[in-house]
């Protein structure tokens, strides 16, 4: 017995050192794979049939994995509307990077942010009002305002985060913090738009972020001038009281003029 574990032992260690990592490797990927099927599946039926009464037992079925198995990645419809956020999130950051690190002029950045969102999204924008109807109610852990949605929003205030620091246009110090989230409020309305937009490869969509991106940057300008200082206070109180996650950040000393 000593000597069956002896010789168990010595093949062990006479494997290739980078073999385990492969094998961790190979296994991760298939994992991968597998979520992204289930993910791609459940998107089809949304289309097909409606967020409501697509199951998770139909979409383990038309995937062809185990109803555990579906389980697993995605405990509940919710969670893979969820990864459908996180997938768009990490689409539009990746797809935006060029504009990032691009012209500095904040109506250039605000306008390539935003048209690059909906180049990314057209491919969903059939069924984005099977998900709009759910999200749209407050106490949905589908609504970008969760809790269960914290991931995906942060992704995209941090691409605003970095739009804003990239540009060449000065602007408030005390709102430098709430700033990027005001932008990501500005992108929410345009996903709203959007949703119900009908023209042709949401042509108003785009029109709609032509006409506003020179007045987000300007707006965003003139908050450093005094003059505009009560205005500004008053915009912060209201982006501390009702913005996601601002009330809980210490606020900061807005001064009057």
């Known amino acids: 017995m000593v000597k069956e574990a002896k010789n168990v032992a010595d093949a062990n260690a006479a494997k290739p050192a980078g073999e385990g990592k492969a094998a961790k490797a190979v296994k991760a990927q298939k994992s991968e794979q597998t ?13 097909e049939r409606g967020y409501d009464k697509t199951t998770m037992r139909a979409i383990a079925q038309e995937a062809g994995v185990s109803v555990g198995n579906a389980y ?6 919710e969670h893979l509307v ?6 768009i ?3 539009h950051e990746a797809a935006v990077r060029p504009i990032l690190a691009g012209d500095p002029d904040l109506t250039v950045r605000i306008r390539g942010v935003l048209l690059c969102w909906l180049d990314v999204a057209e491919q969903y924008h059939r ?3 099977q998900f709009f109807k ?6 949905s852990p589908l609504s970008p305002f969760s809790e269960e949605s914290v991931a995906a929003r942060e992704a995209a205030i941090s691409v605003h985060e970095r739009c804003l620091a990239g540009s060449s246009t000065k602007h408030d110090p005390e709102l430098a913090e709430l700033l990027p989230q005001l932008m990501w409020l500005m992108q929410m309305g345009l996903v709203l738009f959007w949703v119900y937009d009908r023209t042709e490869g949401t042509e ?3 029109r709609l972020v032509e006409r506003t991106a020179p007045i987000a940057a300007r707006a965003i300008a003139l908050s450093r001038f005094r ?3 009560p205005l500004v206070r008053q915009l912060h109180d209201v982006l501390v009281e009702f913005m996601p996650g601002a009330a809980a950040r210490p606020a900061p000393d807005v001064k009057s003029g």
């Open 35 to 47: 979520r992204t099927l289930i993910l791609e599946t459940a998107l089809k039926l949304f289309e």
């Open 227 to 229: 003059v505009l200082r």
């Open 82 to 87: 969820q990864g459908f956020y996180d997938r």
């Open 89 to 91: 999130a990490a689409e």
């Open 134 to 139: 759910n999200a749209a109610d407050p106490d």
């Open 204 to 206: 108003r969509s785009r």
């Open 72 to 77: 697993y990645y995605f405990s509940s419809k």
């Open 127 to 129: 069924f984005a009002a």
